[in-house]
C-alpha cells in the first residue's frame, strides 16, 4: 500500500513543486489546473480561503485523477479535513502546526504539510504526523536556515520552501536542503488567465530543473 510519503515523495520527484491557487473559483479550477498540470506541477493546493474552494478542490479532483495530487490549504479545521478527504483530496496543507488537524490527516492517510519556522514547532509537527514540512514564510528566512534545520530533523521527512521563492533563487534553497517550493502569487493570482498561469508554471518548472 502506497502511503502518504511515499505518495509526497513519488510526485517530488516528477517535480518539486507545490502550486498554491489562491483565490481561485469553481467555474476557472479546470483551465487553471489543468494549464498547471500541463505545464508539468503535480501538486495543486487550493486555499480554504477561497471562493467556494471544496467545488474547485472536487472539480480538480475529477479532472485529474490519480494523475496530479490535488488538496486544501489554510486547512485549519479537523473537521475541513474530513471534508476533503471525501471528495477526493489527498493533501492537507496549513500555515500552522496545530496538532489536530495533522492528526486528522494522518488518521485519513493524507499528505499532511503544516507551516513551520522554529524547530519546536517543526519537531511538534512531525511528533502528531506530519508527512513533511513547509518552512514559511521562506522570504523571512534564508536558505541557512533550512540548511540547520535539516540537520537535526528526521531524515525521512521532506521540507519544502513556501514564500517569496521565484524561478531564478530555487537553486540556493535546493543546494541547502530543501526538497521542494509551494509557489503562491508569484505562479497565481485570482482572475489570471490560464495561459499567463501556464507560462508562470513552466518558468518555475524550468527553474526547478536549472
Do not use: C
Not at 16 to 37: K, N, Q, S, Y
Not at 89 to 96: A, E, L, T
Not at 133 to 144: N, Q
Not at 168 to 190: C, H, I, N, Q
Request: proline fraction near 8%.
Amino acid at each position: 500500500m502506497t502511503t502518504a510519503l511515499d505518495l509526497l515523495k513519488a510526485k517530488l520527484a516528477e517535480s518539486p513543486l507545490i502550486a498554491i491557487i489562491r483565490g481561485i473559483t469553481p467555474a476557472d479550477a479546470e483551465a487553471v489546473g489543468a494549464a498547471i498540470f500541463e505545464a508539468g506541477i503535480r501538486i495543486i493546493e487550493v486555499p480554504l480561503n477561497s471562493p467556494d474552494p471544496f467545488a474547485s478542490i472536487e472539480r480538480l479532483v475529477r479532472l485529474l485523477g490519480d494523475d496530479a495530487v490535488i488538496g486544501a490549504g489554510t486547512v485549519l479545521d479537523p473537521e475541513d479535513v474530513r471534508r476533503v478527504h471525501a471528495i477526493g483530496g489527498r493533501v492537507i496543507v496549513s500555515p500552522n502546526t496545530y496538532a489536530p488537524v495533522i492528526e486528522a490527516s494522518a488518521e485519513a492517510g493524507l499528505i499532511s504539510l503544516p507551516g513551520y519556522f522554529t524547530p519546536s514547532e517543526a519537531f511538534e509537527a512531525v511528533r502528531a504526523g506530519a508527512t513533511g514540512l513547509k518552512l514559511f514564510p521562506a522570504e523571512a528566512a534564508t536558505p541557512a536556515v533550512i540548511k540547520a534545520h535539516k540537520a537535526v530533523l528526521p531524515k525521512h521527512v521532506p521540507v519544502l520552501a513556501v514564500g517569496g521563492v521565484g524561478p531564478d533563487t530555487m537553486r540556493p534553497w535546493v543546494d541547502a536542503g530543501a526538497e521542494g517550493f509551494g509557489l503562491g502569487s508569484g505562479l497565481y493570482k485570482p482572475g489570471q488567465s490560464a495561459a499567463e498561469t501556464a507560462d508562470k508554471a513552466r518558468a518555475y518548472v524550468a527553474g526547478a530543473r536549472g
